[in-house]
């Protein structure tokens, strides 16, 4: 679930499916609409369009862009140690080497294509949409979205994970609970103060975070023995090992619901996703490499938190307390990156017409979609107390289901609307694009066959959830109960100004 950008100020009945049978039933008003819409668009692709508000608005750049992707997906290794725990290090070297290239780079590439085609917060919503109608669209919306806030809600888990093992109170009971709520309510204001300062905040931290990670990995070269990286564990936990390995892995798309906050989208976009890309495996293999070499340890050390373990090891206790600070450090960048993704998912579906408009409500302040934040963060709160893995589990799962539809949106675009505007662009054919995705996509229905039964059900009715909001929204609508967005989309106009080109 992720979100889009595109503040139309217009407001009144219909949704992204309304437009279409209103045209069908007037036809002198689909010309207008068209006019309406291109005019949005030309405002997006050119700034001096933009209303006063909006101009003042600081645009991310390719730096800032390249570090939030970073923290959507990685944010560094922590958490990545359940996978030595599950198969061993042999095996987790070659996940972490193999596993980027088949399924990293594909969804990349993906969202370097559609953001630049589409450049509207909202992303994968306005995707699926486009491809398939306002019912898949809104119920992308919900798949993302919750798989999103509950991916938050691991985060502030995982930090108090690190923290309890300095501060051994917060391990249980009050302190635990009250670490978590303040954890929440501290970086919900962060957020609030704007992406720029968000995304600049993540250089920072990444830099912060990773840093003790290179200074273990350069003091563990000597002590690497390379026999010691083909270990294989006993008894493997297939389960835990995969749903690490995509846990630590996805989420490449998420930056995508901000397109529209972003400087020079077209340009921008395809380079900072390929940068991450690079950045992210040498994160996680660097250190992996480094200390499964170095310690002759057994499987059942490698739990949450090892990686800290092991720098007191090879360096001494400064470094491990570098590390548990850098885990709260890469927590933050990782909740403040997720919370922006979901805060601009929701201002996305309200100016695409699926939710009412004040969930496009911004900050007069700092611009920023108050409304979006104030909601992603309180559902991030409420799960916060599951587990560490029932809450990978919860968010693999919904994720998995709307990035099928999201491949699937991918492929049909390109048959569906051959001559939209890709600035970007995958150079191969609807037959290539479909074996790229192959991989990609068995390995979802593997991830999902995973899941216990548990997270199955509370899957499925959270898919339920959205089914419902997605009519009771239209009831809203057509009985104008609550103001809803006219639903302008990106990208259509350039289409159509295209085909027309053609036919002249």
């Not at 980027?100 to 990349?108: K, M, N, Q, Y």
């Amino acid at each position: 679930m992720t979100a889009h950008h595109q503040s139309p100020k217009q407001t009144g009945g219909g949704g992204g499916g309304g437009i279409e049978a209103e045209a069908a039933a007037k036809p002198a008003m689909e010309c207008n609409s068209s006019s309406r819409s291109s005019s949005l668009h030309d405002a997006i692709l050119d700034p001096k369009l933009l209303p006063a508000a909006a101009k003042g608005a600081k645009k991310l750049t390719l730096v800032p862009l390249m570090f939030l992707i970073y923290f959507e997906v990685s944010g560094g290794p922590y958490g990545s140690e359940p996978a030595v725990r599950a198969a061993g290090p042999l095996l987790s070297i070659v996940g972490f080497l193999v596993f980027p290239f088949v399924w990293s780079v594909p969804e990349a590439l993906l969202t370097a294509e559609l953001s630049t085609a589409l450049p509207g917060n909202g992303g994968f919503v306005v995707w699926a949409d486009r491809a398939f109608g306002p019912f898949f669209g809104s119920l992308m919306g919900t798949w993302k979205l919750l798989s999103g806030v509950i991916n938050s809600a691991a985060f502030p888990v995982l930090c108090a994970d690190y923290l309890s093992r300095v501060l051994p109170r917060l391990a249980s009971g009050w302190p635990r609970t009250l670490a978590v709520v303040l954890a929440n309510l501290v970086l919900s204001l962060v957020n609030y103060m704007g992406l720029t300062i968000v995304g600049y905040a993540s250089v920072a931290l990444c830099a912060a975070s990773l840093l003790p990670f290179l200074i273990m990995s350069g003091a563990a070269a000597p002590r690497i023995r390379p026999r010691r990286w083909g270990r294989v564990a006993k008894e493997k936990d297939w389960s835990g090992f995969f749903n690490c390995l995509f846990w630590n892995l996805n989420f490449w798309d998420n930056a995508s619901t901000m397109a529209g906050e972003v400087e020079k989208p077209q340009r921008t976009f395809p380079r900072a996703l390929m940068g991450s890309v690079l950045m992210t495996v040498a994160a996680y293999l660097a250190p992996l490499l480094a200390v499964t070499g170095a310690l002759d340890v057994g499987e059942g050390a490698w739990v949450d938190g090892f990686y800290a373990d092991a720098a007191g090891m090879i360096t001494g206790k400064w470094l491990k307390y570098w590390i548990e600070v850098g885990a709260v450090l890469s927590a933050i960048g990782l909740y403040e990156a997720q919370l922006s993704s979901s805060a601009f998912q929701l201002l996305g579906m309200a100016d695409l017409g699926f939710l009412p408009h004040f969930f496009a409500s911004r900050s007069e302040w700092f611009d920023t979609p108050w409304v979006g934040i104030l909601t992603s963060s309180l559902i991030t709160l409420a799960i916060s107390f599951m587990s560490f893995s029932d809450i990978i589990a919860s968010a693999n799962f919904l994720y998995s289901l709307g990035m099928l539809l999201e491949i699937a949106s991918f492929v049909w675009l390109r048959k569906k609307h051959p001559t939209l505007k890709r600035p970007y662009k995958v150079q191969l054919g609807t037959a290539g694009l479909a074996c790229m995705c192959i991989v990609p996509s068995a390995f979802l229905i593997f991830v999902m066959t995973l899941a216990t039964w548990k997270v199955a059900v509370i899957s499925l009715g959270m898919t339920a959830f959205g089914v419902g909001l997605y009519f009771v929204m239209n009831v809203c609508r057509s009985r104008g109960c609550l103001k809803f967005s006219k639903g302008e989309r990106v990208g259509e106009e350039e289409e159509e100004r295209h085909d027309t080109s053609d036919h002249a």
